[in-house]
T-cell receptor, first 113, second 113 residues
Framework: NAGVTQTPKFQVLKTGQSMTLQCAQD?????MYWYRQDPGMGLRLIYY???????DKGEVPNGYNVSRLNKREFSLRLESAAPSQTSVYFC????????????FGDGTRLSIL | AQSVTQPDIHITVSEGASLELRCNYS??????LFWYVQSPGQGLQLLLK??????LVQGIKGFEAEFKRSQSSFNLRKPSVHWSDAAEYFC???????????FGGGTRLMVKP
């Protein structure tokens, strides 16, 4: 009964380092999302994937890339980390039926020094 | 584009008191509306959702919300708050089938004993 699993849970990087955040869901959902959460700003959409093989930019995509590896997995990559990317990152997934909400992982807390 | 405003950043209530968290949205069509709760260090958990029909929606943990189209509001209420309700609460509006969510900035609830 895992739902949405994110790894790692915590990470500290130095400016300029690269990193990939992993996300996997076991609910057979087509749609997956990456958000960042910053104090007072709620969650902002970075990228999303409506189905395997497709990705689209959200509200704040600059500095990030994504890969929809298969139906289960959706990764977020920081190629050259910057202090402004210090945040909590959440992955979510969504089924195809109208009345289904998004399901969230527990988040990755990322600090960039 | 849709937007969500949660006017109260912090709210403190006494245990056993009633609670109302405000949410105002802007969206050109019939909105899909959600309330999520986030406990410290956790992901977001769905409290309730509104898609259509009865404007008073019941959720988990004794919460309810009322959709008022004329006021563009979807306020969250609970008649008697418990200490375990201390958390951050997010209102969100969904586009289309609810796939694309726009979140408010969140309201942090503290509960006094």
């Amino acid at each position: 009964n895992a739902g949405v699993t994110q790894t790692p849970k915590f990470q500290v990087l130095k400016t300029g380092q690269s990193m990939t955040l992993q996300c996997a869901q076991d609910m057979n959902h087509n749609s997956m999302y990456w958000y960042r959460q910053d104090p007072g700003m709620g969650l902002r959409l970075i990228y999303y994937s409506a189905s395997e093989g497709t990705t689209d930019k959200g509200e704040v995509p600059n500095g990030y890339n994504v890969s929809r590896l298969n139906k289960r997995e959706f990764s977020l990559r920081l190629e050259s980390a910057a202090p402004s990317q210090t945040s909590v990152y959440f992955c979510a997934s969504h089924g195809d039926r109208v009345n289904q909400p998004q399901h969230f992982g527990d988040g990755t807390r990322l600090s960039i020094l | 584009a849709q937007s969500v405003t949660q006017p109260d950043i912090h709210i403190t209530v006494s245990e056993g008191a009633s609670l109302e968290l405000r949410c105002n949205y802007s969206y050109g069509a019939t909105p899909y509306l959600f309330w999520y709760v986030q406990s410290p260090g956790q992901g977001l958990q769905l409290l309730l959702k509104y898609f259509s029909g009865d404007t008073l929606v019941q959720g988990i943990k004794g919460f309810e919300a009322e959709f008022k189209r004329s006021q563009s509001s979807f306020n969250l209420r609970k008649p008697s708050v418990h200490w375990s309700d201390a958390a951050e609460y997010f209102c969100a509006v969904g586009a289309g089938a609810g796939n694309m969510l726009t979140f408010g900035g969140g309201t942090r609830l503290m509960v006094k004993p």
